[in-house]
């Protein structure tokens, strides 16, 4: 049988358990500085995917919107003068520098 322990021993001992459980505390008392717990983190990523999820379906009808006005929008008569003039004064400009 082994020698009985000495009190100095125990008290030793006693100390040693009461420090450690001192450090368990401080550390279960810190998580919550540090971590976060599964519900909140659940909830905030619901949160972050449902704000993605109305941001893309805002684009998406925002993109079909713009789709639509320019299939059913026809170009100006001004516009067209416009390039139609210019695409004459091109041709006149070749044709004149063709000449030299």
């Known amino acids: 049988m082994p020698d ?16 450690d459980i001192r450090e ?3 550390d279960v008392k810190q ?3 540090i971590y ?12 972050i995917d449902r704000e993605v999820s109305s941001i893309k379906t805002a684009l998406a009808t925002g ?6 006005d320019l299939k059913s929008s026809t170009p ?4 067209m003068l416009a390039l139609g ?3 004459l ?8 520098l063709a000449g030299r």
């Open 4 to 19: 009985p322990y000495s009190p100095a021993e125990l008290g030793r001992a006693v100390e040693r358990i009461e420090l």
């Open 63 to 68: 993109i079909e919107s713009i789709r639509n």
């Open 85 to 87: 003039v210019s695409a």
């Open 89 to 96: 004064s091109l041709i006149v400009g070749v044709i004149v």
């Open 24 to 26: 368990i505390k401080n």
């Open 31 to 33: 998580q919550d500085r």
């Open 36 to 47: 976060v717990t599964r519900g909140e983190y659940e909830a905030w990523r619901t949160g």
């Open 76 to 79: 100006q008569w001004w516009v």
